[in-house]
């Protein structure tokens, strides 16, 4: 048997039959990978409360025919169990790790910017640096650009004309000028484009002074252009509750 040692966020767990658990796990090196825990449903299970989750950790599997089989667990960071004390937090959390598994389809591919890009949104929210609705669509919007897909926020992503641009449109690609706008195209506020492309840019001091209206307004077209890319919506992204703390 292969062994191998890597670092994962675990994305969700099944049962398996009385005593065991298949985990899904985002690794550093592997990609997205399942994987079966033994026994860990068991109260004497030396790692089952290292692998809920949202768990930050390093492991140790050996190679299976359809399975990884764990062997060893090291938690590195315990975010499930910070970030579940508290129901927004846990709902951001729990749409970041929706995406993370829609955004890499396939298994055993690595997909290092992903995977990084989870472990810093689940560490920014176990922290409080900023608000939880805005990690959660910095998220999204950055997961959205390594995939291939980000919008243009501050050009015509059509004729490449300078903005900004009134109108939006999700099969158009983000912000579109008047001439090459298709039909249906959203009119977003310019603050709220500005909102965006500093949320996909990281510029968090001018995103945490945006007004709430404009966060609103942002939420609601990240999450329509992110269902439009992805052929459906996130089933957590509902649940989402979005307080702004400012």
């Known amino acids: 048997m292969a062994l191998y040692r890597d670092q994962a966020v675990v994305l969700r767990t099944h049962k398996l039959g009385e005593a065991d658990r298949i985990i899904t796990l985002f690794t550093r090196e592997h990609g997205r990978i399942k994987a079966i825990a ?4 068991r ?18 599997l050996y190679t299976g025919r359809t399975f990884d089989t764990i062997t060893q667990v090291e938690a590195i960071e315990n975010y499930g169990d910070v970030l579940s004390s508290d129901y927004q937090n846990w709902t951001v959390a729990s749409a970041i790790l929706e995406a993370a598994e829609r955004f890499t389809q396939a298994e055993h591919e690595p997909a290092l910017q992903q995977y990084l890009l989870v472990v810093g949104s689940l560490k920014a929210l176990a922290e409080k640096k900023y608000d939880p609705s805005l990690i959660l669509d910095a998220y999204l919007l950055r997961s959205l650009s390594v995939a291939g897909y980000a919008p243009s926020l501050t050009i015509c992503s059509r004729c490449d004309a300078p903005g900004p641009h009134k109108f939006f449109s999700l099969q158009g690609g983000g912000s579109v000028c008047a001439t090459c706008k298709p039909s249906a195209s959203a009119t977003p506020s310019e603050a709220t484009l500005a909102l965006m492309s500093d949320l996909l840019t990281g510029n968090w001091e001018t995103a945490m002074s945006s007004e709430l209206k404009n966060r609103g307004e942002a939420s609601g077209l990240i999450a329509a252009y992110l269902q439009w890319h992805l052929e459906r919506g ?13």
């Open 38 to 41: 033994k026994g860990v449903r």
């Open 43 to 60: 109260t004497k299970s030396r790692f089952g409360a290292r692998l809920e989750p949202a768990s930050y950790v390093d492991l140790q």
């Open 234 to 246: 996130l089933r957590s992204l509902p649940l989402v509750e979005r307080i702004n703390r400012g």
